[in-house]
Nanobody, 124 residues
Framework: QVQLVESGGGLVQAGGSLRLTCAASGRTISSYTMGWFRQAPGKEREFVAA????????YYEDSVKGRFTISRDNAKNTMYLQMNSLKPEDTAWYYC?????????????????WGQGTQVTVSS
């Protein structure tokens, strides 16, 4: 099973940017569909974005379209989430996920592997 570690979270003002990184080990991520989820206090974990195994296809939750960009570098075994024009409602713990299946799951439960998360706080 692949191990995932997120980094890059922090405190940023509204309108600012952050770049999250998900570093994988144990397995090559080229065999995995990858995704980002987030969870705010008192809320369920929600889908943010996902990317196909070769990076050719990307998928976004409507509220982040045009502001967030998911990407991957299979040679570096790493996935990224570039977050621009951040809003206070983007405040949450952000988690990367991996699954060996081709299907993009927009719910958290089917994903096979998870990182521990990185906290993003956007101040108004």
């Amino acid at each position: 099973q692949v191990q995932l570690v997120e980094s890059g979270g922090g405190l940023v003002q509204a309108g600012g940017s952050l770049r999250l990184t998900c570093a994988a080990s144990g397995r090559t991520i080229s065999s995995y569909t990858m995704g980002w989820f987030r969870q705010a206090p008192g809320k369920e974990r929600e889908f943010v974005a996902a990317i196909s195994k070769n990076g050719a296809n990307t998928y976004y939750e409507d509220s982040v379209k045009g502001r967030f960009t998911i990407s991957r570098d299979n040679a570096k075994n790493t996935m990224y989430l570039q977050m621009n024009s951040l809003k206070p409602e983007d405040t949450a713990w952000y988690y990367c996920a991996a699954d060996p299946r081709v299907v993009i799951f927009r719910t958290a439960k089917p994903w096979g592997s998870w990182g521990q998360g990185t906290q993003v706080t956007v101040s108004s």
